[in-house]
């Protein structure tokens, strides 16, 4: 499994924005903090927006805030939202995908991956990582 871009600046930006809880941060603010271009990170906020995880605030002065306290937000949901799936393989979330996922004797395999992966990032929230006590 191989995470994009997407998510390591994702997870680098809600890092950044849970530790300054106390303002809102524009995404130039974020963008030079965390060395990412802006144009790219702008499109990674959207989705962390559409993901009800940040919260935009408009006009002068405006940028982005948490959408709920960072010790409810969990990494399977900010890498979820920037991810999609976070299966191995297609057939573990649509096994009509595959013709042989009904007898297939590796789609455990995937499965149990995907429940694993799924537990890791859940039991670590955004204010664990904002405060280095990542597990």
């Known amino acids: 499994m191989k995470l994009s871009t997407r998510s390591r600046y994702g997870l680098r930006a809600m890092i950044f924005i849970a530790r300054n809880r106390e303002q809102v941060l524009s995404s130039d603010v974020i963008a030079e903090n965390e060395d990412v271009s802006k144009k790219y990170l702008d499109r990674i906020l959207m989705r962390l927006r559409e993901a009800n995880l940040l919260r935009s605030v408009k006009g002068q002065g405006g940028g982005y805030v948490l959408a709920r306290p960072a010790g409810e937000i969990r990494t399977d949901e900010i890498i979820a939202a920037l991810e ?13 995908a595959c013709e042989k996922s009904g007898d297939c004797r590796t789609r455990r395999v995937w499965s149990r991956l995907a429940v694993a992966v799924k537990a890791s990032l859940r039991a670590i929230s955004l204010e664990d990582l904002a405060h280095g006590e990542d597990a």
């Not at 999609?84 to 009509?96: A, I, Y």
Request: hydrophobic residues 30%; glycine residues 8%; negative net charge.
């Open 84 to 96: 999609g799936s976070l299966c191995l393989v297609e057939c573990v979330d649509d096994p009509s």
